[in-house]
């Protein structure tokens, strides 16, 4: 078995595997010993993660964090005050998620790029303050170019982000300013900030990647597709996804300025946040139950650290940062937690803001709740997409991906296709299963079931393919369940035949 192979069969085995392999070192084993196992017991989403898998969460979080720290101890030596200090957080927080640093060409795009973005993130940010109106409309515009460029390939894709970013950090950071006793012009801060936000990320991530403490980068190079047609009445995904988020952010900025003038950001931000990376309207409704649900606790757990913690000393500045880290930790368990522990931090940043916490928390989640419900709304009326349809795709695409590890006509048969396609069908599940919890009474296809027989597969037939033998009655199997994918009905009991067929 070669090194990757060896890898990737690691990385998708089942859970309990990870307890005694995967640890580069004695320390990663003593670090994993020392994750309690309650959280596995009690904390929704760790008990299919092993020990391994929340050490490799717990590296990312740790060098992330450590690139926020190191580009916010620079923000305040160029610039003391909050609001250079909370952007230099945001942005390494965000270039770290959007992997814009993992090849040469990718950070040379964002050093590139990233100025000019700034420079007009920070026109936007003036218009915002000083003609709301008209910043609104180039806030919507310049956020549906950035989903609607996703259908040119995988450039495209990127300049999307990177498109993207500066304005998302807008909607939490609008209204604080650098502090007068910088020397640096105002119009430059920004841009510095993004470059060192830039250097420590990319450099951070490297050293990390050199101590084998963050895995290598894998980038397969594929053409760019070429654009897809499309009709005015059967827009590509991307094309509807972009025309969802203008819609929603549109009304979220007309709802805020008109119902909450002082307010509006978070009605915006929420907006964003349910609809953003739209996996289908079931995804969006779970995505903003959970947004909401995260809010909520962060609310109650903020107004109590308030009540006992000062606003404007070393000790608040701690408890920001610590509750950041655990965020980015347990982010991939749920959103709920990111939500959770974002909410407390900025709960307590707002005495930095000049704001009481007590006062602005039960405000800002009826913000919360009604962005939710403008995003839920135009995921599901606008343009749908279609959930059951996403995972229908994402099933024949893993199916093919299978047939092509197991084609004995196929000279190069390995494990990481299937791997990587079945974990976009994860992707799908928690959405599906929470549905499954709900309707399981009077809805008899349940497509969580397709996600669970799936998954059930996935054990063996990677074994399969790492021996190298390619079983007719398998391959026969695999057909049978791509023929199926046309009848949800007989979906579930192929899948249930090729996972018996796989363990025989």
């Not at 910043?135 to 950035?146: K, N």
């Not at 109650?300 to 070393?314: C, E, I, N, R, Y």
């Not at 500045?317 to 368990?333: E, K, N, Q, S, Y």
């Amino acid at each position: 078995m070669t090194e990757d192979s060896r890898r990737v069969v690691q990385a998708v085995e089942e859970p309990r595997k990870h307890e005694t392999v995967g640890f580069d070192s004695l320390a990663d084993l003593i670090v994993a010993r020392m994750i309690p196992a309650v959280l596995t017991r009690h904390v929704p989403g760790m008990a299919a993660w092993s020990a391994a898998t929340l050490l490799r969460a717990l590296r990312e979080a740790s060098v992330t964090m450590l690139a926020a720290i190191a580009t916010l101890l620079c923000a305040l030596a160029i610039a003391p005050g909050p609001g250079p200090a909370v952007l230099a957080v945001v942005l390494c927080l965000s270039l770290s998620r959007s992997h814009l640093d993992r090849d040469l060409r990718g950070r040379i795009e964002a050093a590139v790029v990233l100025p000019v973005i700034g420079l007009v993130a920070v026109g936007v940010g003036m218009l915002l303050l000083r003609a709301p109106w008209l910043g609104a409309c180039v806030f919507v515009t310049g956020m549906f170019v950035s989903i609607w460029l996703r259908r040119f390939g995988p450039m495209a894709r990127r300049a999307g982000s990177l498109i993207a970013l500066p304005f998302v950090v807008l909607l939490t950071t609008p209204h604080i300013q650098a502090a007068p006793a910088s020397s640096i012009p105002t119009l430059l801060i920004p841009i510095l900030i993004a470059l060192l936000a830039l250097l420590w990320v990319s450099v951070l991530h490297a050293l990390a990647r050199c101590m084998r403490l963050l895995p290598p980068v894998r980038v397969a190079e594929r053409p760019a597709p070429a654009p897809a047609r499309e009709s005015s009445m059967h827009p590509i995904a991307s094309t509807r996804m972009a025309i969802q988020m203008a819609v929603a952010l549109a009304t979220s900025f007309v709802v805020g300025y008109v119902f909450f003038t002082e307010r509006w950001a978070w009605i915006v931000l929420t907006a964003f946040i349910v609809i953003s990376g739209n996996r289908g309207r079931l995804d969006v409704a779970y995505k903003s139950v959970l947004r909401v649900l995260g809010a909520a606790a962060g609310t109650v757990v903020a107004l109590t650290l308030t009540l006992h913690v000062g606003s404007h000393d070393m000790t608040t500045v701690v408890l920001i940062l610590a509750a950041i880290f655990i965020g980015l930790w347990l982010r991939p368990l749920g959103y709920a937690w990111w939500a959770l522990f974002v909410t407390i931090a900025l709960a307590l940043l707002q005495g930095f803001a000049g704001s009481s916490a007590p006062r602005i928390l039960w405000p800002r989640l009826e913000e919360i709740v009604i962005g939710a419900i403008i995003g839920v709304i135009s995921a599901w009326f606008v343009l749908p997409v279609r959930s059951t349809a996403v995972l229908r795709r994402r099933l024949a695409d893993a199916l093919a991906a299978l047939a092509d590890s197991l084609d004995p006509a196929n000279p190069v048969r390995t494990p990481a296709g299937f791997a990587a396609a079945v974990a976009e069908v994860e992707q799908l599940a928690p959405a599906f299963r929470a549905s499954r919890l709900v309707t399981r009474r009077f809805q008899v296809v349940q497509p969580a079931d397709w996600v669970d027989a799936l998954m059930a597969c996935r054990a063996p037939a990677l074994a399969l393919i790492e021996k190298g033998e390619t079983p007719g009655g398998v391959r026969r199997t695999i057909g049978a369940a791509r023929k199926s994918m046309r009848d949800p009905v007989e979906l579930l009991p192929a899948l249930q035949d090729l996972h018996r067929a796989l363990t025989e």
